[in-house]
């Protein structure tokens, strides 16, 4: 009997069509129903699972009775009730590494482009305002030689403090869980605390992992300890920011201007982020390149493809029970 996989979201052609030769594969279509309710139906003799962007716990999974991977085409798992995994045995597996280059170039999209306002001056250049030189309205700030704060040293966060220091010649802070001296010593960067970091750093970048700590780690306070001048950037969980803290700063202009790729909720629909010329809003595209999305893929059915002919796949997250 051939195993059975199923897509519960969109998925590169060429990999979906190599698990179709191989495996009996159904794919979840949000336009034929309640998606929950076609996972809670499809999981139940399904073998795997692969996809991205959608929260898999007990609620749509309870009904699987073989289920052996999901395979998340993502790097992040803060989607996944590990818990729950672990007790029904479920290998949850996932994407690193292929895209840290592709979202620390992300992070710096959005750094510069809040930086020199690019989206405003763009709308405002196309809307016929520019009737003679360019006043203080329209100035940014300068980023080559300025400080850079990233919150959290993993993988992207070196990743950005590289292209801030080697490229814009720029002062390298951080704050992590704990000091990194062999990925910060090239980098002469310093590690400080939270507080510290906020009030030096004339651009911050979030790129934490979502957990427990980093929930709700940058709230009002942490906003009011930034600089006036200050750009912050977010290209790790939403979860992470305190979101109306973050409009009613941008609102109230006590931070010069903010970069985000993720939201509290996503899609962000109706926002009262819509409304403001000091935010850059990605709709979490840090991984979304034609390049990129690839790779995660193919790491992704290969992790599908070990586990169902009986191999330990590459990237478990919770080897618990392997
Ligand atoms: C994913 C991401 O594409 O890898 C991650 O953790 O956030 C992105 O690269 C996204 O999670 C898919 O929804």
């Known amino acids: 009997m051939n195993k059975k996989v199923v897509v519960f979201s969109q998925l590169d052609q060429d990999v979906l069509q190599r698990l179709q030769a191989q495996y009996h594969v159904v794919v979840i279509n949000p336009k034929q129903g309640d998606v929950n309710e076609q996972i809670r139906e499809q999981v139940k003799d399904a073998d795997a699972m692969i996809g991205a962007g959608r929260l898999l716990n007990e609620s749509n999974l309870a009904t699987a009775q073989q289920l052996k991977i999901i395979s998340s085409v993502s790097v992040g798992y803060d989607n996944y009730d590990l818990a729950y995994l672990n007790q029904k045995k ?3 597996t996932n994407t690193p590494h292929v895209l840290t280059e592709t ?7 959005l750094l510069m482009s809040a930086a020199r306002k690019v989206p405003y001056l763009d709308q405002w250049t196309k809307q016929g305002h520019w009737q003679r030189t360019v006043g203080e309205a329209q100035f940014g700030h300068d980023i080559f030689g300025k400080t850079l704060g990233i919150i959290g040293l993993g993988n992207i966060g070196v990743a950005v403090a590289r292209r801030g220091f080697y490229g814009f010649n720029m002062n390298i802070l951080y704050h992590n869980r704990r000091e990194r001296l062999e990925l ?3 980098l002469n960067a310093k590690y400080c605390a939270l507080n510290e970091l906020l009030q030096q750093s004339d651009f911050i970048v979030v790129a934490v992992d979502l957990n427990a700590e980093s929930k709700a780690l940058i709230g009002q306070s942490e906003f009011d300890n930034m600089q006036p001048h200050a750009v912050f950037v977010n290209i790790a969980r939403g979860s992470v920011v305190d979101q109306q803290a973050l ?16 939201y509290a909720k996503e899609p962000l629909q109706e926002s009262e982020l819509f409304h403001l010329d000091n935010v850059v809003t990605l709709p979490h595209v840090g991984s979304a390149t034609a390049e990129t999305r690839k790779k995660m893929a193919e790491l992704a059915y290969r992790n599908v ?6 191999q330990t796949p590459p990237y478990i997250v919770n080897p618990v029970f392997s």
């Open 90 to 92: 479920i290998w949850l």
């Open 103 to 109: 979202t620390a170039d992300l992070a710096f999209t």
């Open 247 to 262: 409009i009613a700063t941008l609102k109230a202009g006590k931070i010069f201007a903010a970069g985000l790729d993720v």
């Open 184 to 186: 910060a010593q090239p």
């Open 305 to 310: 493809v070990d586990a169902l002919e009986g």
